[in-house]
């Protein structure tokens, strides 16, 4: 067995080291490793060309620590160390994985700023491949204003090649933590492009009513979905996540299981053809400019009578408890 940690000489001053033990758990050998002044190991893998890989964080607790992979062989001789990101950013690492294409993909969390007022570290969820010489091919950190704090614990590789990032999160306003997961559906580098990119468009494109879905980071074209007989005039994801709406001039709107992307259900007949929709945060309940529907029991809770020539977009605030509609004449 092989295990990493840390020795501590004193309070504040820990070395990583890597410990060697036969079948029975005996130590057969112990290795230290000096990074900073407070330095530990918090996960390690056995490779496929029979090496270690472990993932260190330097100077915890003195200033802002620092990312280190670390690289020994099967005796606990050192092939490389790698400072992953400048020295005292901030960056942390709890999780590493030895990818397909014998890189290393990690999870870890990294200092982002402080928090106004309190002055609190705020952080966000932090992702990041190498090849397999410990050098950065991309990296990307989940931070969005609806979390204070973001800390990925954990990756797993999918066998399409993409990744499952767990961790946890406090929303904004909160106190408690809540399980966070993360999918990321591209081996390549999730930055977004620098300017405009324009998809290519799908073959049977030129009916108006195909909905082409796209990943955000690299428009990736993920299904296209068809069923309306008329242009498609606006779309609405839920707040979760799961569903996709989307009207029509055909007076329709319809409802998609983002997962499966397969239609639901398709709600009735409008007098008008709709103009906008939206989805309520919590995924509960659907609007347009003249209903809203339960989306449990498919049914009318609520009909807009506004007497107007048209309808207009909608929507819901953040927290689903208002609803916006523009009205028209």
């Known amino acids: 067995y092989v295990l990493t940690g840390w020795e501590a000489k004193t309070i504040d001053d ?3 080291i890597l410990i060697k033990t036969d079948e029975s758990g005996e130590v057969e050998w112990s290795r230290t490793w000096d990074l900073g002044e407070r330095d530990g190991g918090f996960d390690l893998i056995l490779t496929s060309d029979r090496y270690i890989v472990i993932a260190c964080i330097q100077s915890m607790g003195s200033g802002a620590p620092s990312a ?5 062989d099967l005796d606990g001789n050192e092939i490389w160390s790698k400072l992953i990101g400048e020295d005292g950013v901030g960056n942390t690492f709890w999780h590493v994985m030895e990818d397909a294409d014998g890189g290393y993909i990690m999870a870890g969390d990294t200092h982002l700023r402080k928090a106004p007022g309190t002055g609190e570290d705020i952080h966000g969820g932090l992702m990041i491949k190498t090849d397999a010489d410990g050098e950065i091919l991309w990296q990307r950190v989940f931070s969005e204003s609806a979390y204070e704090q973001v800390s990925l614990n954990s990756v797993g590789i999918l066998p399409d090649g993409g990744y499952v990032f767990v961790g946890r999160a406090i929303r904004s306003g909160e106190k408690y933590w809540d399980m966070l997961w993360l999918k990321l559906t591209t081996h390549e580098t999730p930055v977004p492009p620098a300017g405009p990119t324009v998809p290519q468009t799908p073959a049977d494109a030129s009916a108006p009513a195909v909905i082409g879905v796209d990943t955000a980071d690299q428009v990736e074209l993920l299904s296209t979905l068809s069923g309306h007989s008329d242009k498609v005039i606006d779309l609405s994801f839920s707040g979760d996540g799961a569903y996709l709406a989307s009207s029509s001039l055909d007076r329709t709107i319809k409802l998609w299981d983002v997962v499966n992307w397969q ?14 929709i939206a989805l ?13 529907w ?14 107007r020539d048209g309808p207009g977009p909608v929507a819901f605030s953040p927290d689903g408890s208002v609803l916006a509609v523009a009205l028209e004449g």
């Open 294 to 307: 339960d989306l449990e029991s498919k049914k009318v809770v609520h009909a807009l009578e506004r007497g």
């Open 280 to 292: 309520s945060p919590d995924g509960r309940l659907l609007a347009s400019a003249d209903a809203i």
């Open 14 to 16: 820990r070395d990583v």
């Open 68 to 72: 280190v992979l670390l690289k020994v």
């Open 263 to 276: 239609e639901v259900h398709a709600f009735g007949m409008s007098k008008v053809g709709f103009n906008g």
